[in-house]
C-alpha cells in the first residue's frame, strides 16, 4: 500500500490520537499516545496489510520511548509506531495477542528496561544470564550504577581464553 493512502486511512481513523510525519521517503512516523498504542498496531497490521518486522526501547529520564516497526516490502518503506510509557513504573498494552511474533521483542524490551506489557502471555526475560540481579534491568539509566557487573569491562583476553579452553595467562594447564 502506497504511504499517502496508509497515512491518510491511519488520520481519518485515529483523527487527533496520533501525530503522522513523514522524515525521509523511506520512513514515516505515527506519534500515538499509548490509550491508542494496541489499536494503532491492530489497524496497521490487520486492516492495512503491514508487516511487522521488530521493535525497540529507547531510556529516556522521564520514561522509555517504544518503537515498533512495520515495513511494506514491496513498496520500500517502514512506517514505524511510537509511544512513551512513563516511569517509574513504565506499563503499555502488549500488541502480543494481535500480532504473535510481537512476544519475544516486548520480552526483550521489558527485560532491558522494565516495561510492562498489559496482556503479554508470557513476560519473562529472554536474555538474563543467571547472574544478574532479578530487579536488574541493564539499559535503564538509574540501574547502571546501582548493581555490581558480574562481568569487569576490560576483559575481552581472559573472556576469549575462557571461552577458547585456553587456560589464564601465567598459569600452566
Do not use: C
Not at 1 to 6: D, G, I, N, P, Y
Not at 34 to 42: R, Y
Not at 60 to 84: A, C, W
Amino acid at each position: 500500500m502506497e504511504r499517502e493512502e496508509v497515512k491518510k486511512r491511519i488520520a481519518e481513523k485515529f483523527g487527533d490520537r496520533v501525530k503522522i510525519d513523514q522524515p525521509s521517503e523511506k520512513r514515516v512516523y505515527i506519534y500515538a499516545e499509548k490509550e491508542s498504542w494496541l489499536d494503532l498496531a491492530t489497524f496497521l497490521f490487520n486492516d492495512l496489510d503491514a508487516r511487522f518486522d521488530t521493535g525497540v526501547g529507547i531510556d529516556d529520564r522521564g520514561g522509555v520511548e517504544v518503537l515498533m516497526f512495520f515495513p511494506y516490502d514491496k513498496e520500500h518503506y517502514f512506517v514505524t509506531i511510537k509511544t512513551y510509557a512513563e516511569k517509574p513504573y513504565p506499563e503499555l498494552d502488549s500488541i502480543s495477542n494481535v500480532i504473535p511474533g510481537a512476544k519475544w521483542i516486548e520480552r526483550e524490551i521489558f527485560e532491558m528496561f522494565e516495561v510492562r506489557f498489559k496482556g503479554h502471555p508470557d513476560l519473562r526475560p529472554v536474555l538474563r544470564s543467571d547472574t544478574r540481579p532479578e530487579d536488574f534491568y541493564p539499559q535503564k539509566r538509574e540501574n547502571k550504577d546501582d548493581h555490581e557487573m558480574s562481568r569487569i569491562k576490560n576483559d575481552g583476553i581472559d573472556r576469549y581464553n575462557e571461552v577458547t579452553g585456553k587456560p589464564p595467562e601465567g598459569q600452566n594447564p
